[in-house]
């Protein structure tokens, strides 16, 4: 008998009408429910990092629907400054070990130590493992960095949606939406954030009431886009392989602005020494590859959402 789970296996009810029809029942997942969808998601790789899994299946067949995974976020992300009005002063406050209190005092923050601990002789408690309640560290211990201190503060205080996959029986249904709603409504911190690549064509972050914020381009886009309007190509134009060839060979410039622009990033840099090591038809071949992946970052922007 086939698998309810099997992308081949109909499904035992009727089509629904509306959304509101699908009768999902959303609980706690696991590693297997996405590994079951996780071919139905256009990242082939998985999130550096999974710490909770929602599932949704059909509440009448037990179909698995979807799956939403949440992971730790990125350290680095220019979108948050646009995002939360707050998020660079409690930032700079904690890589100073501070917080701001509501009443303005400030207060000692998270994994806050004095910069400079005292070292006035032997540690009082030498014979004796350091009492944690202390309020300062043994003087064998150095402080945490102004970077490590911001990124414990990240940590405590953000999560990120990295993967929402709809089963492509189940697309169209709402389920997507149901699936953020639910996890909105129970976070694991008090801020929630994802980054669509496919947000324009599927906004179901927004519906699902998450916010829209402006994500700036990255210089190194901006970069090759100059480089193209130069060349004379749009980078609509070159996610077409054939044409990307053609603009590849016939620029030199060009060629040179996507070995600079793949670079720049540690996603791509690989791909930008693997061009740098070959020559002949395997370049010519490496170089249109990174035109078309270029072609594709740059028409389809990803969008940044953040929980209300």
């Known amino acids: ?17 509306t959304p509101t029809d699908f009768p999902i029942l959303i609980s706690r997942g696991t590693p297997a429910d996405y590994l079951a969808l996780a071919r139905f998601h256009y990242r082939a790789a998985p999130p550096a990092t999974i710490v909770h899994i929602l599932r949704a299946t059909d509440d009448t067949t037990t179909l698995l629907a979807g799956v939403l995974l949440i992971s730790m976020p990125p350290l680095n992300a220019a979108w948050r400054r646009h995002a939360w009005q707050d998020w660079e002063e409690g930032t700079r406050h904690q890589a100073r070990g501070t917080r701001q209190d509501p ?28 009492n944690p309640d202390a309020g300062c560290l043994p003087p064998d211990v150095s402080p945490p960095s102004p970077h490590r201190r911001a990124a414990l ?19 169209g249904l709402g389920v997507a939406r149901r699936l953020v709603q ?20 599927c906004p179901f972050f927004a519906a699902a009431g998450m916010r829209e914020v402006p994500s700036p381009a990255p210089k190194r886009d901006d970069r090759l886009h100059r480089a193209m309007t ?18 590849v060979r016939r ?34 071949h490496g170089l249109t590859g990174l035109a078309v992946l270029a072609a594709a970052t740059l028409s389809a922007r990803p969008v940044a959402y953040v929980s209300p």
């Open 1 to 17: 008998m086939t698998s309810p789970a099997s992308p081949t296996s109909p499904l035992t009810h009727p089509p629904f009408s």
């Open 103 to 130: 009443s303005g005092a400030t207060a000692p923050g998270l994994g806050a130590v004095r910069s400079t601990p005292k070292r006035p002789g032997p540690h009082p408690l030498a014979k004796s493992p350091p």
């Open 153 to 171: 503060h990240l940590n405590a205080s953000l999560r990120t949606i990295s993967r929402v996959i709809v089963d492509p029986r189940c697309r």
């Open 251 to 284: 620029s030199a410039a060009l060629r040179i602005a996507l070995v600079q622009w793949a670079d720049a990033s540690r996603a791509t840099r690989a791909k930008a020494h693997a061009v740098r090591e070959t020559i002949g038809e395997t370049r010519e």
């Open 230 to 247: 130069a060349a004379g190509v749009e980078p609509w134009h070159l996610i077409d392989v054939e044409r990307a060839a053609a603009a």
């Open 182 to 201: 639910h996890y909105l409504a129970h976070p694991l911190t008090p801020r929630t954030e994802a980054l669509a690549s496919m947000g324009r064509w």
